[in-house]
């Protein structure tokens, strides 16, 4: 399932570190997590959201298409919707710089 996560097929070893990743967590904490992850429903708690909030998405994700982007940003006051130029849902791995210039970009730009 790594591989598909990951969305970046041009380049394998990404989804080697996922599953790799995947693999190294302790069985019964990735129990509680995919439990949590795919029985919560978590959307009306998003308007209640009172803190400056970065919603960063990529431009391909088979797991939260951009659909699901402008959905949390539209629920979240005042948030902030940026699209990476980058594809899979873990940017933080497959675009790196871009991610964290994004990041950056949000915290220097005095949101509050």
Do not use: W
Request: hydrophobic share 40%.
């Amino acid at each position: 399932m790594a591989p598909v996560i990951m969305g970046n097929p041009d380049r394998p070893e990404l989804g080697e570190e996922l599953t790799n990743s995947f693999c190294a967590t302790d069985p019964d904490i990735a129990r509680v997590f995919a439990r949590t992850t795919f029985l919560s429903d978590s959307r009306k708690d998003l308007e209640t959201v009172t803190v400056p909030t970065l919603i960063l998405e990529c431009e391909q994700d088979v797991i939260a298409p951009r659909e699901v982007g402008a959905y949390v940003h539209a629920a979240v006051p005042g948030s902030q919707l940026v699209t990476l130029d980058a594809v899979g849902h873990c940017p933080q791995l497959s675009a790196p710089e871009a991610t964290a210039s994004a990041v950056r970009a949000f915290l220097t730009s005095g949101v509050r």
